[in-house]
């Protein structure tokens, strides 16, 4: 068994584990591992709104438009595709393009084409709403765990394999545990959401400023190879109380620091629904997704369902991967989206704007 904090990622610990060294995990679980010339991702989370759905033709345009603007030698390295219709009655289509290289992302995002295409006023008038949310963490700023080893979903795609067994799971605090930074870092938010350019409620385009340790989540399922008693695990075991949970969020997030919450589902280019599906959640900070997941009944209820059904666990498969950011490294615009799209509804509007 080993840690799931790589070997060139480790140093000395100047805060405790929450478990002795002695520690045993119920079950086995691994985390992605990336080359250690790999020093810092980016995930993007590019999307396209719309009201009605006559214009669904148009939004799945849009959005084979933002999957084409991920091709070429500096595009993503991996994306996928999803579909959720939010508590405003509005539909979203997105794209989620990782990068392991930076570098290659700064060139793609100014090159004319992308910047240009965001920049267009033309976006203002389509009678679509597009939105970008970015963050790239450095490695030592991101953690993930995969019931499974092979075809590694999200950021494990742009990583370089998979290690062992790894120690740092089953335990309240084994998620923080996993971060490199968590060895040395309590990694604490810092600051709040701003709007600097536009107003949500008049829409337009709209910049908000984010700030230090926004944390991300993304925590998926894929039923797609299941069989016929493991997609009834998930569909009358797992998932009740996991989209309770996630609807909980979604609605009341400002009472507990979720500043935006999405349950998707994976789709193809033709809009067309597949198995999988994960949660999207930004948070204000670790500690308050931390508060919540070992607090709150909706979620308590949903570790108690999968330590229930965790060992019978064959081809359906679980994972999550969650990262905080630094401000500097955080993207939110917004273009003719709703006020209570993604950190709109939280962010701050200056009193003299």
Not at 8 to 34: I, K, N, Q
Not at 43 to 48: D, I
Not at 53 to 80: F, I, K, M, T
Not at 230 to 255: C, K, S, V, W
């Amino acid at each position: 068994m080993e840690s799931a904090i790589d070997q060139h990622l480790t140093c000395p610990r100047s805060l405790s584990r929450r478990v002795p060294d002695s520690y045993e995990p119920p079950f086995p679980m691994w985390v992605g591992r990336a080359d250690a010339t790999v020093e810092q991702v980016v995930m993007a989370y590019l999307g396209v709104q719309y009201r009605d759905e006559e214009q669904r033709p148009s939004a799945l345009a849009a959005l084979r438009s933002l999957v084409d603007s991920l091709e070429g030698p500096d595009g993503a390295s991996h994306h996928d595709l999803t579909y959720h219709v939010d508590n405003q009655g509005h539909h979203n289509l997105m794209v989620v393009g990782y990068w392991n290289d930076p570098a290659a992302y700064c060139r793609w995002l100014l090159s004319d084409r992308i910047a240009g295409w965001w920049s267009s006023e033309e976006r203002l008038a389509e009678g679509l709403g597009y939105f970008r949310e970015v963050v790239a963490p450095r490695v030592d700023q991101f953690e993930t765990l995969y019931a499974f080893q092979d075809q590694l979903p999200g950021v494990g795609a742009v990583m370089d394999g998979i290690s062992g067994e790894i120690n740092e799971h089953g335990y309240w605090g084994s998620m923080r545990e996993r971060f490199p930074l968590s060895q040395t870092d309590w990694m604490q938010g810092r600051g709040s959401l701003t709007v600097v350019s536009g107003d949500p409620e008049t829409g337009g385009r709209v910049v908000v400023q984010g700030h230090d340790n926004i944390a991300l989540i993304r925590s998926g399922q894929d039923w797609i190879e299941a069989g016929a008693e493991e997609r009834a695990l998930y569909l009358d075991e797992i998932l009740p109380t996991l989209q309770a949970g996630m609807d909980f969020l979604r609605d009341n997030g400002p009472e507990v620091g979720c500043y935006s919450n999405r349950f998707v589902q994976s789709i193809d280019l033709d809009g067309n629904l597949l198995d999988e599906s994960y949660n999207i959640g930004h948070w204000a900070s670790l500690d308050r997704l931390e508060r919540w997941a070992e607090s709150h009944p909706t979620h308590l209820r949903i570790f108690t369902t999968f330590f229930k059904v965790a060992t019978r666990l064959d081809k359906l498969r679980l994972y999550h991967e969650v990262s905080v950011s630094d401000g500097r490294q955080q993207l939110f615009e917004y273009i003719n989206c709703h006020p209570a799209t993604g950190m709109l509804r939280d962010a701050e509007v200056p009193a003299d704007a």
